[in-house]
């Protein structure tokens, strides 16, 4: 898992919350910290590991700021305010993506571009963010900039990618609110597909600047196969992928079920799922854009039948009128994905009321030095 590295900025960062802890100690203290909110349901099985914990981020995000001297740099928010600390070497993000955060703060100075100043809404460059393909290794680096319209633009793009031609598309995105959200609405292709595409679990997926995706790829996989394992598909199921994102789970699940359908609230990720349904000659799955749990309703209201439901909420979890839902399709079983335990807790409860059970819950570490830890339970129907 490689020798241990120290970070220089731990102490201000605060993004890390496990810096200077051993990579099993963190393990351990995670499946305690799973152990102590769900060991009440079933047993807790180990945490998977990951075999490399560091430099695992696929996609990193920085904040421009200039210093003192006026030397440009991009950083991140100090916890609650708008001090930005300068951070050039992060453990855990992609590497070539750190690269090409140090190329843009040199770009932006030397082509005396403008600093975005978040108190005084003045200046230009707001963010980058960028994401690589682990598999494919492309590359897309969003600019995030208050205004469209941005000076020497093209003299920009070519140096940028004159020092870096890994880099396969640029975007500018646009985002003049004063919001904490990094991306706006707007998004103008420079350079390339406006995308990236990386594969995961033999499946090609396409993904775009807003849609979620997984930050680590290769723990994605781990977690992906053992929700497979759960759902116990024979080739004929209906499976219903709640909260799908892009469609990751749902189509790898699509060769080993009878239908799938897919349902997500953000309309460019179901844009992103169905074009990967096609990319992948996947036929027998489609997408709903909409929320989750009136979804459910909607289906269960009309008497419709599911075999498997697979959720993967966010942080905040899921809802009752899902569950509720849940109850009245009465899948066999229910694979649930999370990503903070205590709402995956408070949830199993309302579960256990609906008649269902967690029969396995395994740890899977997708966020080393940082205190997340993702869980996949697998709950079946209670027997009346
Ligand atoms: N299963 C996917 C995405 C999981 S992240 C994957 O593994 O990549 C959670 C997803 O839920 C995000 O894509 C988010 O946009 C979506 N989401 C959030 N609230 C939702 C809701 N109420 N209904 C449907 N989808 C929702």
Same mark, same amino acid.
């Given at each position: 898992?490689?020798?241990?590295?120290?970070?220089?900025?731990?102490?201000? &960062?605060?993004? &890390?919350?496990?810096?200077?802890?051993?990579?099993?100690?963190?393990?351990?203290?995670?499946?305690?910290?799973?152990?102590?909110?769900?060991?009440?349901?079933?047993?807790?099985?180990?945490?998977?590991?990951?075999?490399?914990?560091?430099?695992?981020?696929?996609?990193?995000? +920085?904040?421009?700021?200039?210093?003192?001297?006026?030397?440009?740099?991009?950083?991140?928010?100090?916890?609650?305010?708008?001090?930005?600390?300068?951070?050039?070497?992060?453990?855990?993000?992609?590497?070539?993506?750190?690269?090409?955060?140090?190329?843009?703060?040199?770009?932006?100075?030397?082509?005396?571009?403008?600093?975005?100043?978040?108190?005084?809404?003045?200046?230009?460059?707001?963010?980058?963010?960028?994401?690589?393909?682990?598999?494919?290794?492309?590359?897309?680096?969003?600019?995030?900039?208050?205004?469209?319209?941005?000076?020497?633009?093209?003299?920009?793009?070519?140096?940028?990618?004159?020092?870096?031609?890994?880099?396969?598309?640029?975007?500018?995105?646009?985002?003049?609110?004063?919001?904490?959200?990094?991306?706006?609405?707007?998004?103008?292709?420079?350079?390339?597909? +406006?995308?990236?595409?990386?594969?995961? &679990?033999?499946?090609?997926?396409?993904?775009?600047?807003?849609?979620?995706?997984?930050?680590?790829?290769?723990?994605?996989?781990?977690?992906?196969?053992?929700?497979?394992?759960?759902?116990?598909?024979?080739?004929?199921?209906?499976?219903?992928?709640?909260?799908?994102?892009?469609?990751?789970?749902?189509?790898?699940?699509?060769?080993?079920?009878?239908?799938?359908?897919?349902?997500?609230?953000?309309?460019?990720?179901?844009?992103?799922?169905?074009?990967?349904?096609?990319?992948?000659?996947?036929?027998?799955?489609?997408?709903?854009?909409?929320?989750?749990?009136?979804?459910?309703?909607?289906?269960?209201?009309?008497?419709?039948?599911?075999?498997?439901?697979?959720?993967?909420?966010?942080?905040?979890?899921?809802?009752?009128?899902?569950?509720?839902?849940?109850?009245?399709?009465?899948?066999?079983?229910?694979?649930?994905?999370?990503?903070?335990?205590?709402?995956?807790?408070?949830?199993?409860?309302?579960?256990?009321?609906?008649?269902?059970?967690?029969?396995?819950?395994?740890?899977?570490?997708?966020?080393?030095?940082?205190?997340?830890?993702? &869980?996949?339970?697998?709950?079946?129907?209670?027997?009346?």
């Amino acid at each position: 898992m490689g020798k241990n590295q120290t970070c220089i900025y731990a102490k201000k &960062c605060g993004g &890390c919350d496990y810096q200077g802890v051993k990579y099993e100690k963190q393990l351990a203290m995670k499946q305690k910290t799973v152990e102590m909110l769900l060991s009440d349901n079933c047993r807790v099985d180990n945490i998977i590991g990951a075999q490399n914990p560091y430099h695992y981020r696929n996609k990193v995000h +920085g904040v421009f700021g200039r210093d003192k001297k006026g030397t440009v740099f991009t950083g991140i928010y100090q916890q609650g305010t708008h001090n930005i600390i300068p951070v050039e070497n992060c453990l855990i993000e992609n590497e070539t993506a750190s690269q090409i955060l140090r190329t843009l703060s040199k770009l932006v100075q030397s082509f005396q571009l403008k600093v975005y100043d978040e108190d005084r809404r003045t200046g230009l460059f707001r963010h980058a963010l960028i994401r690589v393909g682990h598999a494919t290794g492309q590359i897309l680096v969003v600019l995030v900039l208050s205004d469209p319209v941005f000076p020497s633009k093209n003299n920009f793009i070519s140096a940028l990618l004159q020092t870096h031609p890994e880099i396969t598309s640029i975007v500018l995105n646009v985002n003049q609110k004063r919001t904490n959200m990094i991306l706006g609405d707007k998004n103008i292709v420079l350079y390339g597909k +406006g995308y990236i595409e990386d594969r995961l &679990c033999g499946l090609t997926f396409r993904i775009s600047p807003q849609s979620f995706y997984q930050v680590n790829s290769r723990q994605t996989e781990v977690l992906y196969q053992k929700a497979l394992e759960f759902a116990g598909l024979t080739g004929t199921q209906r499976v219903i992928d709640a909260y799908c994102g892009i469609g990751t789970i749902g189509m790898a699940a699509a060769a080993r079920a009878g239908e799938v359908i897919g349902v997500e609230l953000n309309k460019a990720a179901v844009d992103d799922a169905r074009v990967n349904a096609k990319l992948n000659g996947i036929k027998n799955i489609r997408f709903v854009n909409g929320d989750a749990g009136k979804f459910m309703v909607k289906i269960a209201g009309a008497h419709e039948n599911a075999d498997v439901v697979l959720m993967d909420p966010p942080r905040g979890g899921s809802t009752e009128e899902f569950m509720e839902a849940v109850r009245i399709l009465a899948p066999q079983r229910v694979v649930y994905i999370s990503c903070n335990p205590v709402t995956l807790a408070r949830d199993l409860k309302v579960f256990s009321k609906k008649g269902y059970r967690a029969e396995r819950i395994v740890p899977v570490d997708m966020f080393a030095f940082t205190e997340h830890v993702e &869980c996949v339970v697998l709950l079946t129907k209670k027997r009346r």
